[in-house]
Nanobody
Framework: QVQLVESGGGLVQAGDSLRLSCAGSGRTFSSYPMGWFRRAPGKEREFVAAITGSGAITAYTNSVKGRFTISRDNAKNTVYLQMNSLNPEDTAAYYC????????????????WGQGTQVTVSS
């Protein structure tokens, strides 16, 4: 059984930065691409970023390109999401997930999910 636990969320002001962490269990953590998704109030869950198992390749949704950076430390079984220049539109619950395939943008391609961490950006 794979467990994913997010942390690092909080309440910040527009323009601030946050780093989210996702700690995973299992000896095969480095074998799987990982992704971050978010769900804002009243909206559907959306893809934010993904990273391959080695960390060599990443993908981002357009709205966060240049502001967010996904990375991973396989020795620590942890994936990170560095979020800079946050704005109120980034307010959402953020979830990490393990991909069952490649750098997928569809949540249906992810088989394990964390419980989420809330990010709130005030203007």
């Amino acid at each position: 059984q794979v467990q994913l636990v997010e942390s690092g969320g909080g309440l910040v002001q527009a323009g601030d930065s946050l780093r989210l962490s996702c700690a995973g269990s299992g000896r095969t953590f480095s074998s799987y691409p990982m992704g971050w998704f978010r769900r804002a109030p009243g909206k559907e869950r959306e893809f934010v970023a993904a990273i391959t198992g080695s960390g060599a390749i990443t993908a981002y949704t357009n709205s966060v390109k240049g502001r967010f950076t996904i990375s991973r430390d396989n020795a620590k079984n942890t994936v990170y999401l560095q979020m800079n220049s946050l704005n109120p539109e980034d307010t959402a619950a953020y979830y990490c997930a393990r991909s069952s395939s490649w750098l997928e943008t569809s949540s249906s391609k992810y088989d394990y999910w964390g419980q989420g961490t809330q990010v709130t950006v005030s203007s």
